[in-house]
């Protein structure tokens, strides 16, 4: 479905490239819900705010192709991008007030876009907005329906731009942090709403977040990031049971117990994801890893027998 192919993104700040991510490769199949983790500033949002082309200004891809059901979305004209935008790519922004315009009712919003992208008549628009609007979670629909975004709480907030998201059926979903700010009931009613879509409709997930416990519910695979670039790749079940890359056993065992922390958030490894690491050469998790003593630090890409990849020269001698 989506295939990311060493992405590079840079930032320009006048003449000044600095580069954020680097050698981003990996896949999201049909029907498929992949979980993209790491630590905070590894590139994660900016990874997926390329796919559509919703990078800040300031910001360009440098390198590297996106291939959406085989075509670049990268050499599209903006006219082109436009049209695959909500109706084939759908995003959740962790940034809420990025995706709702202030300036119309959230009824106004919605029923323009499924009016825009799906051919609904005014009536048939609003009906099934009202009926998303339900999926997920709020009561009084047709209060939402007449107000404008800074009028919800935040809460309210994300949930209509995950119904508004939702609302034309894209055939891929990226969703940044979807339900950081609900409570966990929401955020399960929201979580199985979103299943049941893929499964309805075969709509593939590129989820983003930092709950272990969402990647273990969720997704079917895992792509791990550190410092602009993707680190290991495997199957949830495999990766939770034996993670291959230091940086992914560091994630996991910052956890004690998933079932009794009650934060559920991944991460407290010793150090911090190093502020500018364009320059850095090879292993970029070297200076913070526990094995690093043992370690080339080369930090090429190695194949397991599993079949698993994995960037760490020591998990590739270990096999
Ligand atoms: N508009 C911008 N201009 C300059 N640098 C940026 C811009 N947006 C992001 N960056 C930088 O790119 C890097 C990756 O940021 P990104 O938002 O993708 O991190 P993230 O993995 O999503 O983190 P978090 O988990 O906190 O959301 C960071 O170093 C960030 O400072
Ligand atoms: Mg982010």
Request: a positive charge.
């Amino acid at each position: 479905m989506l295939e990311i192919k060493n992405l590079e993104i840079s930032f320009f700040d006048g003449k000044k490239q600095i580069r954020r991510t680097d050698s981003v490769s990996f896949e999201v199949r049909e029907g498929e819900i992949l979980a993209l983790v790491g630590e905070s500033g590894c590139g994660k949002s900016i990874t997926a705010l390329s796919i559509p082309g919703l990078l800040a200004r300031n910001g360009r891809v440098t390198g590297g192709e996106i291939l959406y059901r085989g075509r670049d979305l990268l050499k599209l004209s903006e006219k082109e991008l436009d049209a695959v935008r909500g109706r084939e790519i759908a995003m959740i922004f962790q940034d809420i007030m990025y995706s709702l315009n202030p300036v119309f009712t959230i009824g106004n919003q919605m029923i323009e876009g499924m009016r825009k992208h799906l051919g609904y008549s005014k009536a048939q628009a609003r009906e099934e907005a009202i009926r998303l609007l339900e999926r997920v979670g709020i009561r009084e629909s047709e209060r939402v329906m007449k107000s404008y975004p800074h009028m919800l709480s935040g809460g309210m907030r994300q949930r209509v731009m995950i119904a508004m998201a939702l609302s034309c059926k894209p055939r891929m979903l990226i969703a940044d942090e979807p339900t950081t700010a609900l409570d966990v009931t929401i955020q399960l009613q929201i979580m199985q709403l979103l299943r049941s879509l893929r499964d309805e409709y075969g709509m593939s997930i590129l989820l983003i977040t930092h709950d272990i416990a969402l990647v273990t519910e969720m997704a079917d695979r895992v792509v791990v990031m550190y410092a602009g670039q993707c680190v290991e790749q495997a199957d949830t079940e495999r990766l939770l049971k034996a993670p291959a890359h230091p940086y992914t056993r560091a994630l996991l065992a910052a956890i004690p117990d998933i079932k009794h922390d009650k934060s559920r958030r991944l991460y407290s490894i010793r150090g911090a994801v190093p502020e500018n690491y364009q320059d850095m050469t090879g292993c970029r998790f070297a200076p913070r890893c526990e094995l690093a003593d043992s370690c080339t630090k080369c930090g090429g890409w190695h194949t397991l027998p599993d079949g698993r990849r994995v960037r760490c020269d020591l998990a590739g001698q270990e096999g």
